[in-house]
């Protein structure tokens, strides 16, 4: 996935549509703010069910890598690594 300022994206517009080809998303943005998303036509399917997703704020997303979880639930025994490593012996 490539995010890409509007400048940019109109001075190498063929460089970008060439990702989109092979398949990768291209987010759009303006002044650091996410406003489109050229995406390849067999995922134009996914997006219109995430798009009133993200109109309801329900989920939301600007382009970065996602984070993870902030308060990851707590596990409480042995990891399962171990018991796998265990039941190997």
């Known amino acids: 996935m490539s995010n890409v300022g509007v400048k940019k994206l109109r001075d190498h517009l063929s460089n970008y549509l ?3 080809k092979k398949g990768e998303v291209v987010i759009v ?3 650091g703010k996410a406003v489109a998303s050229i995406v ?3 995922q134009e399917d996914i997006m ?6 993200i ?5 939301s997303w600007s382009g970065g890598k996602p984070k ?3 308060n990851p639930p707590v596990i409480k025994g042995r ?3 171990e018991l796998v ?5």
Do not use: A, F, Q, W
């Open 40 to 42: 390849p036509i067999e």
């Open 79 to 81: 990891p399962t690594s």
């Open 68 to 70: 993870g979880n902030p």
């Open 29 to 31: 943005t303006d002044r």
């Open 48 to 53: 219109k069910e995430i798009l009133p997703l």
């Open 18 to 20: 060439e990702k989109v």
């Open 55 to 59: 109109k309801k704020g329900i989920v």
């Open 85 to 89: 490593l265990e039941g190997r012996k």
